[in-house]
Antibody, heavy 118, light 108 residues
Framework: QVQLVESGGGVVQPGRSLRLSCAAS????????MHWVRQAPGKGLEWVAV????????YYADSVKGRFTISRDNSKNTLYLQMNSLRAEDTAVYYC???????????WGQGTLVTVSS | EIVMTQSPATLSVSPGERATLSCRAS??????LAWYQQKPGQAPRLLIY???TRATGIPARFSGSGSGTEFTLTISSLQSEDFAVYYC??????????FGPGTKVDIK
């Protein structure tokens, strides 16, 4: 079955960097766009970034543009999110999610918590 | 950016009753509308896409309707496992895709 497993979360100081990973299995990873979506504690869902199936196209939310970079390694079935210049407001559970036929999310990982605090 | 709103914020329903959740877009999103269910401590789960198509494995008691700017998620007879937060999401105009703030369905 389709499975997405995030890792790399933790506690980090403001201004520092962190890289999240998402290991995919159960489907042909290289055929699908992939997203990162986050959820601040007690809040709703916020889309963060998307990468096309082949990595050629990437889009970001304004709130992370210029600080976060989404990438993928189709040979390893893995999605990444490089997060630089982290801020307190980036504190959230980060989910990786698989695109459906268009930009809805038909499978989600369990999430990884990122806490930005001094 | 398309702004999504949901009403009510909280819906109190007795098991076995019908629940009707609303979602509104600030401009037309055609039928590019999805619904998700999220239980505490869990990831969201896709219920409906294309405004009215149930995702794989979703029970028939969940149905979606609407197009343009007005959408509805109906749960025909609430089961204990349906008490959760429900989010709508538009994917017609992106980036960004945008979510509504959610409707919490709790036990009356």
């Amino acid at each position: 079955q389709v499975q997405l497993v995030e890792s790399g979360g933790g506690v980090v100081q403001p201004g520092r960097s962190l890289r999240l990973s998402c290991a995919a299995s159960g489907f042909t990873f290289s055929n699908f766009g992939m997203h990162w979506v986050r959820q601040a504690p007690g809040k709703g869902l916020e889309w963060v970034a998307v990468i096309s199936y082949d990595g050629s196209s990437k889009y970001y939310a304004d709130s992370v543009k210029g600080r976060f970079t989404i990438s993928r390694d189709n040979s390893k079935n893995t999605l990444y999110l490089q997060m630089n210049s982290l801020r307190a407001e980036d504190t959230a559970v980060y989910y990786c999610a698989k695109s459906g036929a268009t930009y809805y999310f038909d499978c989600w990982g369990q999430g990884t918590l990122v806490t930005v605090s001094s | 950016e398309i702004v999504m709103t949901q009403s009510p914020a909280t819906l109190s329903v007795s098991p076995g009753e019908r629940a009707t959740l609303s979602c509104r877009a600030s401009q037309s999103v055609s039928s590019k509308l999805a619904w998700y269910q999220q239980k505490p401590g869990q990831a969201p789960r896709l219920l409906i896409y294309g405004a009215s198509t149930r995702a794989t494995g979703i029970p028939a008691r969940f149905s979606g309707s609407g197009s343009g700017t007005e959408f509805t998620l109906t749960i025909s007879s609430l089961q204990s496992e349906d008490f959760a937060v429900y989010y709508c999401q538009q994917y017609n105009n992106w980036p960004p895709v945008t979510f509504g703030p959610g409707t919490k369905v709790d036990i009356k």
